[in-house]
């Protein structure tokens, strides 16, 4: 069963940087698609951004220029680098593993809240 941990969450300025982990429980970045979603309160989850088993990552429009996703293969872990926070920003991030057609798994989520 794949495990997902989120970490990083926070409070930060608006302008401000964080820098989301999600650990995996094993080696399945050569499989999965890693994504990031995020839902705001009273709003439903979103596509936030992925990176594919080759490398290759996916933007919402929202988060073009401001947001990096990486992975570190020997760590086993996922990055999500957030600059120019914005309040908009504020929501539960979730860790996504998806394997298709149909394998998807999720975090437990982690709060970022953007505010001064």
């Known amino acids: 069963q794949v495990q997902l941990v989120e970490s990083g969450g926070g409070l930060v300025q608006p302008g401000g940087s964080l820098r989301l982990s999600c650990a995996t429980s094993g080696s399945i970045f050569s499989i999965y698609t890693m994504g990031w979603y995020r839902q705001a309160p009273d709003k439903r989850r979103e596509f936030v951004a992925d990176i594919t088993s080759g490398a290759l990552t996916n933007y919402a429009d929202s988060v073009k220029g401001r947001f990096t996703i990486s992975k570190d293969n020997a760590k086993n872990t996922v990055y999500l680098q957030m600059n120019n926070l914005k309040p908009e920003d504020a929501a539960v991030y979730y860790c996504?593993?998806?394997?298709?057609?149909?394998?998807?798994?999720w975090g437990q989520g982690t709060q970022v809240t953007v505010s001064s």
């Open positions: 996504n593993a998806r394997r298709a057609p149909f394998v998807n798994h």
